[in-house]
């Protein structure tokens, strides 16, 4: 029995409240006025939706393809387009599991973290076969992380919800040439959770979301918690740090 169905049905459920709230439907009116693809739409979750019809490959490629265009000025289609390709990602997720001899739930992680992450590159483009672009990136990339993992440090930030007990490995650091924060941030967040300024879980949900810009969505699905509670364990961590660090993280953007 694999974490699979559970993290990707808790990311779908999550999704779909969100998305099904009767607040999206200005959005929704709006993409159906830009997009042909979404006419007609009157929620965010109906362009899903649309995105799901099997009875028609082209229109659902289409409205997949119209909301990645506009997920590059628009946050909640980046939201209705990730939502759109759970079941992909999913099945990549399933294949990864049985084949590599890792736990399920680190594959589950990041395949839904490396989808998100094609979505975001992909936002304001267009693209055809936009579900096999995103689920064969995530795929290539959790495969290529599985087979370099034996080569990988550690992560010292446990991979718990602050209750101790947790387990490494859940957020790898980046190298300091590696695009994301420098050498100095990484130290200066080790130093803030040696001195206990936040517990280690709180560090490494910050540098989940910051650094890596994985959405409070993938890491509550994973943990099993509400994304407005990783929201706000973001948020008071971040105070904590700012005080610590004297605004060297000033300027952030909010937890997505």
């Known amino acids: 029995m694999t974490s699979t169905a559970d993290l990707f049905t808790r990311l779908s459920a999550d999704l779909a409240r969100r998305l099904s709230s009767p607040r999206t439907a200005a959005s929704a009116a709006a993409w159906a006025a830009e997009e042909p693809a979404l006419a007609g739409i009157t929620r965010a979750v109906d362009a899903v939706t649309r995105c799901a019809d099997r009875n028609d490959a ?3 490629r289409a409205a997949l393809t119209a909301l990645l265009r506009l997920a590059g000025a ?4 980046a939201d209705a387009a990730l939502a759109a390709v759970v ?5 990549v997720a399933g294949r990864l599991c049985r084949v590599w001899r890792q736990e399920p739930a680190e594959i589950d ?4 973290a490396a989808g998100w992450e094609r979505i975001v590159v992909l936002a304001g483009s267009s693209v055809e076969w936009p579900d096999r672009v995103i689920a064969g990136a995530a795929r290539d990339a959790v495969r290529a992380q599985l087979r370099a993992a034996s080569r990988r440090p550690t992560d010292p930030f446990p991979d718990d919800d602050g209750g101790g007990g947790g387990r490494g490995g859940g957020v790898p650091i980046p190298a300091a040439d590696s695009g994301h924060w420098g ?10 959770v040696a001195d206990g300024v936040v517990s280690p879980a709180s560090a490494g949900v910050v540098w989940e979301v910051r650094a890596f810009g994985t959405p409070a969505v993938v890491v509550a699905a994973r943990t099993g918690r509400q994304p407005a509670a990783i929201r706000k364990q973001c948020r008071r961590a971040e105070r904590a740090l700012r005080a610590h660090l004297e605004g060297g993280l000033a300027g952030l953007p909010a937890a997505s």
């Not at 628009?74 to 289609?77: G, N, S, T």
């Not at 079941?87 to 099945?91: E, F, G």
Request: glycine share 0%; hydrophobic share 55%; aromatic share 4%.
């Open 74 to 77: 628009e946050p909640l289609a």
């Open 58 to 60: 082209v229109a659902s």
């Open 87 to 91: 079941p992909a990602l999913r099945s």
């Open 109 to 112: 992680q990041a395949v839904a």
């Open 183 to 192: 050498a100095e941030a990484r130290d200066l967040f080790r130093c803030a």
